[in-house]
């Protein structure tokens, strides 16, 4: 900054002697003499006199700038030592933030991790709580599938029994049937073990009464058949694949069906004690839908030996037709029932006829005799205000005409 001042002096100074140069020069040019000459040296010692003014000028400036210098120097000096003091201030004071962030984050971050390890534990814990549970309900439920599955095992033992004694095969049968009766069929609508033939021991499993007008309605004879063993076979046949082996099986069942269909056909078709056919019962769908696809063989049987084959999907249709016609024949009777009362009402509706009749005879000769009541009434009641304001001895006695006109007399009839 100095220097620049110094600079600047110096230029004036420069320039000012250059002005006194060329104003010299131009004097000289125009007079040269003796004056020119003192001209010249006070010229002279004007430039001396300007140029030491401005050298001291000068100097004094310089010095003010070395002043400034210096005074600008302390000022950054002592500006230098306050920032710094205040920067390490500062520097303290942000160390310490820091050291106390810190703290503080590490607390919260100890916190934290607590509370997710407890959590997690609990979590964890939780978890294996009910994983261990569903195994334990798995397992249990295993346990009970085992059971089941060693029961269903002697289940089927059993039904193989049952199956391989023609008695007990029979009997299951037999209590199928009866379950579908008693399901369909109202009370009483069938017999069981009855005996169609007069000194015959034969007995048909069981006797449905049709719903018919009569003294003594007409049986339809069911009988329920198993023919397991060539069951068996068609079925071990087919899941063998064997043609041969299915169609002898086929042959076998077809000849066992016939069988059984002409058994029932000369044991149970007794009429007029049963119907012209019967019913031969097969315990089974499967058995049933094997029979069917036998070509011809369900019309035949029923051609020839007028037995109809139904199974259990079957039979409840046509007992439920049965039990239609016990509906029928119910409505039938309360319908004669109801005639006959609608006749007995018709009559006594008559006889009501003429008591009201009669009633309606003494009611007008009681009406007339209430209006003749009434008048005589009304007569002596006009007599008793007649009273009023009369002498007792102008009274007329009880029995004379004090009827005024067009009233009745009252004479105390």
Known sequence: MSDGLGAGVWGLVALAAIAIAGALVLMARRGRGADGGDLLAR????????????LAEGEAQRGRLDQLRAETADRLGTMAQSLTRDLAE????????LREIAEASARQIEAVRATVDERLHEAVERQMQTSFQRVLEQFTAMQKAMGEVSAMTAQIGDLKRLFSNVKTRGGWGEAQLRAILDDVLPAGAYEANRRLREGSSEVVEFAVRMPVKAAVPPLLAIDSK????????????????DAEAERAARRALETTVKIEARKIASKYI?????????????????????????AGLMDEIGRTCRVLVMGPGLLPAMLRTIHLG?????????TDGI????????????????VLERLARNASAMS??????????????????????IDPDGVPPVGEDVAGPGETEFNGA
């Open 270 to 294: 007794v009429p007029p004690v049963t119907v012209e056919f019967a019913v031969l019962y097969l315990p089974t769908d499967g058995l049933y839908a094997e029979v069917a696809r036998i």
């Open 226 to 241: 198993f023919p397991t063993e060539a069951y068996e076979r068609l079925l071990d046949a087919v899941e063998r694949v």
């Open 339 to 354: 005639a006959r009362l609608l006749g007995a009402t018709r009559q006594e509706m008559l006889r009501m006829d003429g």
């Open 368 to 389: 007339s005799s209430i209006d003749e009541a009434r008048r005589r009434t009304r007569v002596v009641a006009k007599q008793l205000r007649g009273l009023d304001g």
């Open 43 to 54: 010229i002279y010692v004007m430039v001396e006199r300007e140029s030491a003014a401005r």
């Open 90 to 97: 500062a520097r303290l004071m942000q160390g310490a933030a």
């Open 326 to 334: 016990y509906v029928t024949l119910a409505l039938e009777e309360r």
